[in-house]
């Protein structure tokens, strides 16, 4: 695609999608047609493939010309003539097509019932006289109807008709040579029974159908086989058909000098005759009959229909392997006759080279022939040989030969990824060769040789478009060695460049120079530019060449920043150049990534900042305006990020780059000015934007094929402006701006984009296929980071934050959702892989934390909303099937620091305790990875984050609570410590925070209920109970709360820590009164533990029967009274506080109090302290005491 503009989609069918697009640097306009290859077979792909090259071929006024063909990973794009119109359009305006196409018409009509179907269409009009339709079946031996052999009288009736429109005249040798071969082959089929047998395409190759196979010994092989692919192109243009202007990739009339069954003349190319000069049988003898050769075989185009086939066909290869070695032997060995023999040869070889598709038929003909060594062997000889440089075909060998040699550079097998045998090792060492000659070449200042630079400066550039291609390890070897081994190029680049040549621009006053003068003056420079260009700028998706890059990036910034040095004159003053302007534009911004001083210094260039701010208000005519302003719009962003400060003049440009954000159709233009427009606004510029101009602009550069040209500022992804941008806007704008645009198409269309620039593995919608036809990537889930980077990344959830937090209900409304595709991309941004890979990118690092807080943030929506049970469940659903939870502790130990890591925790917390399967996701994340997680959560629950803190320990209570003690080993290493000093625990007793305490202390309250190693450690670790029991005189009620619940249950069988335990009586016992029932209640239970493990004399002296009694008698709280029922039916069992009880009367006025309990209505329920009060009572009586 680097080729063309995609500009807009004009039509769908079954094989694919079909835009209307624009050739770059021309004003061309073309159809690309987009043929998907997911779900074809490689038969459908090989069919497809040789289908395109038959078109390839096809000339015809009424054919659409193909004019080109190249493969994506996922699609086959064809690009042909644009043709206006459509021809249903045409039906439903017109009515109807003239009376003799109406055939056609009902053919395409879109009503069935009027359509013409099998096998009525054969009665038609148009059909009736004009075709002999056969009705006896076929035989057995016969094939399909397609591929079947006529029987002979028919096949007589057609050779006759094929007779009848062969070009009829005697101006054209080949026609006259088919016309006599079909001829002769119609002769012979007379004498037979059967019709022709059929050859295998890729075997045999036939001048016509129906003609005997060639051999290497006919004299005329190459020129029949060409002459078989090319008949039907030149009998157009030897009917006077004008032939197209360009000579790239195509074989001229020196073909027919070299093989005489290939003369052609042509009516009106030449009134000149060459028939009585046949070079592969004489040499002429002359510089007239030189030069008259090469005048009348210079300008004819012809192309082969069928490269692969040719290159199946070894009697083909090996003659073109005959000719190469022998005319170029000659040559190498100064006998300067084979000169006429290579030069058919080469237009071949670059035709052969640039059009064939399979490298690896491709590669091992040119292995077989010598290419490219024989190629660079011919280009060195030739600079070094006095005698080839005065002969008058020199340039034209020169032209050919450096065009072979580009069109074999350009090959795919010179790339890794699809290098056939030993590819790559020749093409590197082709490449070192090559840039040894173009060395030497540039270092020689002669002027007769500008043509020769110009071409061998197209072939660099070619040459660095394949090294771009490549592994980082190849690309900077090559690179790199332009500073060093090879810096002759480099040098040579520089110095042609401030050569002082034609001024690009006329000083005032100065005499004007004619514009063919100055075209055939500016070639040279613009080849220059062009390679400069080249060795700067880092392609889109190649980053691997990057680095070596940047060094000759930061060579030529130290270079333009000398201030005795003329490259930066000349190359600001090429700025206003319409065809140097480009390339330079590209030099500059790729110089300005890798040097601050260089921003500073062109900041400070009136002449600079001028040509760049008439570029973008199209003051400047140039060859491609589009690329050229986006270039410009790219570099004054880069310029003001880096300067943090707009450089003189750039303040007036605000509303020109509205102008240009708002009604651009071109894509890449909108995302360059929405860039620029974001650092502006950053700057305090004002620029006007209505959200009825940019929302539809910003959708319309959302929907439209993303073409990417050129890397934005700062590794900044083609989105990342635009979303920048959209954030200002939002923040910026009025309250009611955020509900317009979510309730625009650009807020769905935007999260579809955003998914597909992050290759969700999800299926994607149907919007979303559309949408990724604009990325025709692999299908790797990797993020496509030319689209959007992490900044991107980071921008865009900015956005959803700030557009949910004053829409909280549309969050809602999204993430409630199964399956949608704002859900789906939230995971996905938490997932491990996309972490990992966000943190291998430059500066991914820095934004990952941004990213997770975000999504986290959004996650939580829920949680701070009162939603309904049924919809939080089904989000929690959701979040548990890509288990969340998981990833959210993976984060926490594996990408963020402490002080990040707070919300991610509460977000953990919030699903562990509402979720049972999010809490076992929790647990078993730990046990996958114990050491590291735990390290992690020492360091959380002692660090000074006390929320953080609250959040973990209630998480940990959480799980002590509900999962079997056999999960919980990993709670008790965390509280004992590395040395099982306990000194975690210590230090979160004695928290400064309330809530921390409180939370230690209800975390030790359900461990206590049956860790036996914790209990050990109260008894056995000096201090610890002491802490302990500190709490329940707290002055926070919760803590002392969570302390009365620990303290109870390690009073339950208690064994071996009972005794130790007396010293908590006293304040059990203060605690009875506390004003908190909660606080009471716990109180109450742990002395009624503490009761039954011997206590009873501490119990006693603290009153503590009597209290109990008290409350259980009058207590407003029922749960208080029940559980001081069960506490005094404890005590009953110990023989001196049953005495106790009996001396107070306690059932007497336990009685009282069931009877109060009997007199309630009977419809009233029962309170639960009625049972333990009835049992207490029986347990008092005399019966029951000793």
């Not at 999608?17 to 459908?44: C, D, M, N, T």
């Not at 305006?93 to 069935?112: M, W, Y």
């Not at 700062?714 to 979510?742: E, P, S």
């Not at 559980?1123 to 059932?1147: K, N």
Request: hydrophobic share 40%; glycine share 6%.
């Amino acid at each position: 695609m680097e080729k063309y503009h995609v500009l807009e989609m004009i039509g769908e069918g079954s094989f694919g999608r079909v835009y209307k697009g624009r050739r770059k640097y021309s004003a061309q306009v073309v159809a690309l047609k987009f043929i998907p290859k997911l779900g074809r077979s490689e038969k459908e792909l090989r069919n497809l493939q040789r289908e395109i090259e038959i078109m390839r071929g096809l000339r015809h006024p009424n054919i659409v010309h193909m004019l080109d063909s190249f493969e994506t990973d996922k699609e086959v794009v064809v690009v042909t003539d644009y043709a206006e119109g459509e021809l249903f359009q045409i039906l439903e305006d017109d009515g109807k097509l003239p009376e003799d196409q109406n055939f056609l018409q009902g053919l395409l009509t879109k009503d069935p019932r009027q359509r013409l179907s099998w096998p009525d269409l054969l009665h038609h009009p148009f059909i009736a006289g004009r075709v002999t339709i056969i009705t006896e079946p076929a035989g057995p031996d016969l094939g399909t109807p397609l591929t079947s052999r006529l029987p002979p009288e028919l096949q007589v009736l057609k050779d006759q008709q094929a007779h009848q429109l062969a070009p009829k005249g005697n101006r054209s040798r080949i026609l006259r040579q088919a016309h006599k071969l079909m001829a002769e082959e119609a002769k012979q089929k007379k004498h037979q029974n059967t019709g022709p047998t059929l050859e295998q395409e890729d075997r045999t190759i036939k001048v016509v159908t129906g003609t005997t196979p060639l051999s290497t010994q006919e004299p005329g092989f190459l020129a029949e086989i060409m002459a078989s692919e090319m008949k039907s192109s030149w009998a157009e243009w030897g009917a006077g058909e004008a032939p197209p202007a360009p000579r790239e990739n195509q074989i001229t009339e020196d073909s027919e000098q070299a093989f005489p069954e290939l003369r052609l003349e042509h009516s009106q190319a030449s009134q000149q005759s060459t028939g009585a000069v046949d070079l592969e049988n004489e040499e002429p003898d002359s510089d007239d009959e030189w030069q008259h050769l090469l005048e009348t075989t210079e300008s004819v185009p012809i192309q082969l229909k069928t490269p692969l086939t040719l290159l199946c066909n070894p009697d083909f290869c090996q003659r073109i392997r005959s000719q190469l070695h022998e005319a170029g032997g000659q040559i190498l060995k100064d006998m300067l006759e084979g000169a006429s023999c290579i030069l058919p040869a080469l237009r071949v070889l670059s035709y052969l080279l640039t059009s064939c598709s399979d490298s690896v038929p491709l590669y091992a003909f040119c292995r077989e022939a010598g290419l490219p060594g024989l190629l660079l062997r011919l280009l060195r000889h030739s600079q070094e040989s006095s005698s080839v440089q005065q002969q008058c075909w020199y340039g034209t060998f020169l032209r050919d030969l450096m065009a072979v040699i580009q069109a074999y550079f350009a090959c795919t097998f010179n790339l890794e990824r699809s290098q056939t045998g030993d590819s790559l090792q020749v093409f590197q060492e082709a490449s070192n060769l090559f840039l040894d000659l173009l060395g030497k070449l540039l270092a020689q200042p002669d002027d007769s040789k500008q043509t020769l630079w110009r071409d061998s400066l197209m072939c660099f550039t070619v040459l660095c478009e394949a090294m771009d291609g490549n592994s980082c390890t190849i690309s900077k070897a090559f690179y790199s060695s332009l500073l060093t081994t090879q810096r002759a190029v480099l040098d040579g680049l520089l110095r042609g460049f401030t050569v002082p040549q034609l001024p690009f621009h006329t000083p005032p006053g100065a005499p004007q120079v004619s514009q063919p003068l100055r075209e055939q003056s500016e070639d040279l420079p613009g080849a220059i530019s062009s390679a400069l260009a080249a060795i700067c700028i880092v392609p889109l998706g190649l980053p691997s060449c990057w680095e070596a890059k940047e060094q000759i990036s930061r060579h030529l910034a130290n270079q333009l920043t000398e201030d005795n040095n003329q490259l930066r004159p000349s190359l600001i003053c090429g700025l206003q150049h319409p065809i140097l302007c480009l390339h330079l534009l590209k030099v500059l911004y790729s110089c300005c990534h890798v040097s601050e001083h260089l921003c500073r210094r062109l900041g400070q260039e009136p002449l600079a900042l001028k040509s760049l701010l008439m570029l973008v208000q199209g003051k400047i005519k140039v060859v491609d305006w589009e690329e050229s302003t986006e270039v410009t719009l790219y570099l004054l962003s880069l310029l003001v990020l880096r300067l943090q400060d707009l450089p003189s003049g750039m303040e007036k440009l605000g509303s020109e780059i509205a102008t240009l954000f708002t009604h651009s159709h071109v894509v890449s233009l909108v995302s360059a000015a929405a860039c620029l427009l974001g650092q502006l606004g950053q700057q305090g510029v004002i620029f006007d934007l209505q959200p009825m101009e940019w929302i539809p602009a910003a959708t319309h550069a959302l929907c439209a094929p993303a073409e990417v040209r050129l890397t934005p500022p700062d590794g900044c992804g083609f989105y990342d402006g635009l979303l920048t941008l959209l954030l200002q806007l939002l923040t910026q704008g009025k309250a009611n701006l955020i509900r317009d645009m979510v309730s625009s198409e650009m807020w769905t269309v935007l999260w579809h984009r955003f998914s597909m620039a992050l290759r969700l593995s999800k299926e994607v919608s149907t919007q979303e296929e559309e949408l990724t036809l604009s990325s025709p990537h692999s299908s790797s889930s990797e993020p496509d980071w030319t689209l959007i980077s992490p900044q991107g990344v980071a921008a865009m959830l900015s956005l959803a934050v700030a557009t949910f937090t004053q829409e909280p209900e549309l969050c809602l409304s999204h993430l409630s959702q199964h399956g949608s595709i704002l859900m789906s991309t939230l995971k996905h941004l938490l997932s491990p892989s996309f972490l990992q890979q966000l943190g291998q990118t430059p500066h991914g690092s820095e934004f990952l934390p941004v990213v997770v807080l975000s999504v986290c943030q959004l996650l939580c929506f829920p949680f701070a909303l009162d939603v309904d049970a049924d919809l939080l469940e089904g989000i929690l659903a959701d979040l548990t099937d890509s288990a969340v939870t998981a990833h959210l502790l993976q984060v926490c130990c594996q990408h963020l620091l402490l002080p990040q890591v707070e919300l991610p925790i509460s977000l953990l917390t919030h699903l562990a305790l509402t979720d049972p399967i999010s809490l076992n996701q929790f647990v078993n994340t730990v046990a996958a990875s114990p050491g590291t997680i735990i390290s992690f959560l020492s360091v959380a629950l002692l660090g000074d984050q006390p929320l953080l803190t609250s959040d973990l320990l209630s998480l940990l209570a959480h799980t002590a609570r509900v999962l079997p003690p056999s999960h919980l080993s990993f709670i008790q290493e965390l509280l004992a410590g590395s040395d099982e000093s306990y000194r975690p625990l210590r230090s979160l007793l004695g928290h400064p925070d309330n809530s921390v305490r409180a939370r230690i202390y209800g975390l030790l309250g359900h461990l206590l209920q049956h860790s036996m190693a914790l209990r050990g450690a109260l008894q056995s670790q000096a201090g610890l109970l002491s802490l302990l029991l500190l709490g329940l005189g707290d002055k926070d009620p919760a803590v002392r709360r969570s302390a009365s619940f620990a303290v109870g249950n390690a009073a339950y069988q208690a064994g071996p820590l009972g005794p130790a335990l007396a010293a908590a009586v006293p304040c059990m016992t203060q605690l009875l009164g506390d004003p908190q029932a909660g606080i009471r209640r716990n109180a109450v239970s742990a002395l009624g533990n503490l009761g039954s493990e011997g206590l009873g004399e501490e119990l006693l002296q603290c009153q503590v029967p009597q209290r109990l009694l008290e409350m259980a008698c009058g207590d407003p709280q029922p749960h208080v009274k029940e559980a001081a029922l069960i506490a005094l039916r404890s005590f009953s069992q110990e023989p001196c506080i049953h005495q106790v009880l009996v001396s107070l009367g306690a059932s007497e006025k336990l009685a009282l109090l069931s009877l109060g309990n009997q007199l309630l209505p009977h419809n009233s329920p029962r309170p639960a302290s009625a049972k333990h009060c009835r049992k207490l009572i029986h347990l008092l009586r005399p019966a029951h005491s000793t």
